[in-house]
């Protein structure tokens, strides 16, 4: 079965940076294409970004609200998925979702790490 | 790019059927036969339910059914029961990214 766990989620203060870990097993990692998906507290859903597979390039493309600030990378020797945020703001508090891809659609989900940012 | 519109909220009883509505633009849903639905109950992840307008994944009950037309994509539930009572969002494709509805709360 597919598995996707998240971690490195906490408390940071407007301005700092965390970068959030997710540890992929029950399918090929280095052929996946993956993505990041937040959930504000009571909120909707909300696209971060995706990162294509190493063969199709690792591309990667992010939201509107988070380009430039964050960053889609990946390990495929150690199999980890990497969000590295930075330049938080209040509005980035949101539990993050990792996700794999499928044709279009999310066909996976982790359980989310929460990332709180407050001073 | 906006969030696909959806309506806040629905309602039906044990064994009515219910629709959900999606409203997106020519730039996602009215392009792409590639919308999604998700149904999530509190405290849960999302789970997919409808993929590419109207393929259930396996393990999804047939009273889930989904459908398109121009830039309004649609979920029905039929035969509502207790446990379908959750949060439930589309997602469309849109060129290099994925857009998401608001999402809408049905109770049961």
């Known amino acids: 079965d597919v598995q996707l766990v998240e971690s490195g989620g906490g408390f940071v203060k407007p301005g700092g940076s965390l970068r959030l870990s997710c540890a992929p097993s029950?399918?090929?990692?280095?052929?996946?294409?993956m993505s990041w998906v937040r959930q504000a507290p009571g909120k909707g859903l909300e696209w971060v970004g995706r990162?294509?597979?190493?063969?199709?390039?690792?591309?990667?493309d992010y939201a509107a609200p988070v380009r430039g600030r964050f960053t889609i990378s990946r390990d495929d020797s150690t199999k980890v998925l990497y969000l590295q945020m930075d330049s938080l703001t209040i509005e980035d508090t949101a539990r993050y979702y990792c996700?794999?891809?499928?044709?279009?659609?999310?066909?996976?989900w982790g359980r989310g790490t929460l990332v709180t940012v407050s001073s | 790019q906006s969030a696909l519109t959806q309506p806040a909220s629905v309602s039906g009883s044990p064994g009515q059927s219910i629709t959900i509505s999606c409203t997106g633009s020519?730039?996602?849903?009215?392009?792409?036969?590639?919308v999604s639905w998700y149904q999530q109950h509190p405290g849960q992840a999302p789970k997919l339910i409808i993929y590419?307008?109207?393929d259930r994944p396996s393990g999804i009950s047939d009273r889930f059914s989904g459908s398109k037309s121009g830039n309004t994509a649609s979920l029905t539930i039929s035969g509502l029961r207790a446990e379908d009572e959750a949060d439930y969002y589309c997602?469309?494709?849109?060129?290099?990214?994925?857009?998401f509805g608001g999402g809408t709360k049905l109770t049961v």
């Open positions: 996700t794999l891809l499928t044709g279009y659609y999310v066909a996976n």
């Open positions: 029950g399918f090929t990692f280095s052929a996946a294409w």
């Open positions: 990162i294509k597979s190493t063969a199709d390039g690792e591309t990667t």
């Open positions: 020519t730039g996602d849903v009215g392009n792409y036969d590639y």
């Open positions: 590419d307008v109207s």
């Open positions: 997602s469309s494709y849109a060129g290099t990214m994925r857009m």
